[in-house]
């Protein structure tokens, strides 16, 4: 077994990296005496040293007291480095793991060229017992790490998940938010329609209404152009009638004016002289009976428009039966006649 000598302890350690190209290393951050519960700081003068000249590419765990204090990730330089210095030297320890040096911080004498005191056998032992101590540590770490990246990507998986819960609600809110405007909106398209609807249908009725009473003012103003006309046709043979009373009975002017009764005398439908005459509902004059029996053959439409009649009610027209009635009484053989 080979001895290196040193200033001190963690010149020794950093010494031995080099020489045995050492990737992990577990070394104490502190005597265990100085342990406490949340511990971070470093107080151990060697422990600095090999932490502050260690090559980067060794990987260094701090335990105190059985727990992790600190962990220095290692990376990996040019092949070049200065680091690979001593990476062919001395091979004295080989039997001892490449990947990992136990070591026991401050409580660790340091070495001297002088021969060692115990037996090859104690010696294996004990360094046998230390490396499967150090070995379990290690493995302890390790398991740790594995933890606290589990925990980590656990944490990290929660806050994505919760995210995309976060996202999905607002979106939730923001499709609800959505489906009600458009319901309103339906709804108010619904009732404008609906308006729309009522205004065309009274709009509709007023065309009708306008032409119902259009229609009605036109009878109207036929049946007082015809009473009109009636009437000076009536003046004019009353006047003629007083012209000629100092003529003969049997005088041929008197027969040819008696002869031809006033149009508006005749009935409509039976073209004779009315004996009691009614208006209708579409504004003419029309012998009473002779318009009933109309109605009752199924004439729906007035006999002189050809216009469906709004009803069947009848008005006697009593200025017109009293002329007639007059005009018969001067015309008495006519009324023979008839």
Avoid at 191 to 204: C, G, H, L, P, Y
Avoid at 294 to 320: A, C, F, I, Q, Y
Wanted: glycine share 4%; proline share 4%.
């Amino acid at each position: 077994m080979s001895y290196f000598s040193a200033n001190n302890v963690g010149e020794w350690i950093v010494e031995l990296i080099y020489q045995n190209n050492i990737k992990k290393l577990i070394m104490g951050a502190t005597a265990d005496s100085h342990y406490s519960e949340g511990m971070v700081q470093i107080t151990s003068t060697n422990t600095e040293y090999v932490i502050r000249h260690a090559p980067h590419c060794c990987k260094i765990w701090l335990v105190c007291n059985g727990n992790l204090i600190q962990t220095r990730e290692g990376r990996f330089e040019l092949a070049g480095s200065s680091y690979y210095s001593y990476s062919e030297s001395s091979s004295s320890i080989h039997s001892l793991d490449t990947d990992m040096l136990p070591y026991g911080g401050t409580r660790r004498a340091e070495r001297v060229t002088e021969p060692h005191p115990f037996s090859s056998s104690e010696e294996r032992s004990a360094s046998g017992f230390e490396t499967t101590y150090y070995e379990e540590q290690r493995r302890r770490l390790e398991i740790e790490e594995l933890k606290r990246e589990k925990e980590q990507r656990d944490k990290m998986r929660n806050e994505r998940e919760g995210a995309l819960s976060n996202s999905f609600g607002v979106t939730q809110i923001l499709y609800n938010e959505e489906v009600i405007r458009r319901r309103e909106a339906e709804a108010e398209l619904n009732r404008a329609k609906d308006e729309i609807e009522d205004m065309k249908r009274v709009q509709k009725e007023h065309e009708e209404q306008h032409y119902t009473d259009c229609r009605l003012l036109e009878l109207i103003q036929k049946e007082r152009d015809e009473a009109i006309k009636t009437t000076e046709e009536l003046l004019i043979h009353l006047n003629l009638e007083n012209a000629v009373s100092s003529l003969s009975p049997s005088s041929p002017l008197q027969w040819s004016l008696s002869d031809e009764p006033p149009q508006c005398f005749l009935c409509p439908i039976s073209k004779e002289i009315m004996r009691n005459p009614h208006v209708a509902a579409d504004g003419h004059t029309y012998e009473v009976e002779e318009f009933r029996r109309w109605l009752r053959h199924g004439g729906e439409k007035s006999p002189m428009t050809n216009l469906r009649l709004e009803n069947d009610n009848l008005t006697p027209n009593l200025v017109l039966r009293s002329a007639i009635r007059d005009w018969l009484q001067q015309h008495p053989y006519i009324d023979e006649s008839s």
